[in-house]
């Protein structure tokens, strides 16, 4: 597993085959959050992640809170000059 800058990375599982993040010591990195794996996820860039639930895309923090107070996408693209475009 490559743990990238930010020191994270994401695994699928092979059991339920959601999506995890997890640290360089290979524990989950949202373990104290309500929600710990994703339809879809994207590694960190700049402490933000692209995460996909059951109802869309959305963004999360480092600690896998929904900063985007629960609204949710079909479409949503990576941040660039600190805006992303989301449809």
């Known amino acids: ?3 990238e800058l930010q020191g994270s990375a ?3 599982s092979s ?8 640290d360089e010591n290979g524990d989950l990195l ?3 959050s309500k929600t710990t794996s994703f339809f879809d996820l994207d590694i ?7 995460a996909r639930d059951e109802n869309g ?3 999360i923090d480092r600690a896998g809170v929904d ?3 629960g609204r949710r996408y079909r479409q949503i693209e ?3 000059n600190g805006q992303a475009l989301v449809q």
Not at 15 to 22: H, P, S, T, V
Not at 44 to 50: C, D, M, S, T, V
């Open 1 to 3: 597993v490559d743990c």
């Open 78 to 80: 990576n941040f660039y």
């Open 44 to 50: 960190y860039h700049k402490g933000l992640a692209r």
């Open 57 to 59: 895309w959305f963004f």
């Open 10 to 12: 994401v695994i699928r």
């Open 67 to 69: 900063i985007g107070e």
């Open 15 to 22: 059991i339920d085959g959601l999506f995890r993040a997890i």
């Open 30 to 32: 949202h373990s104290s």
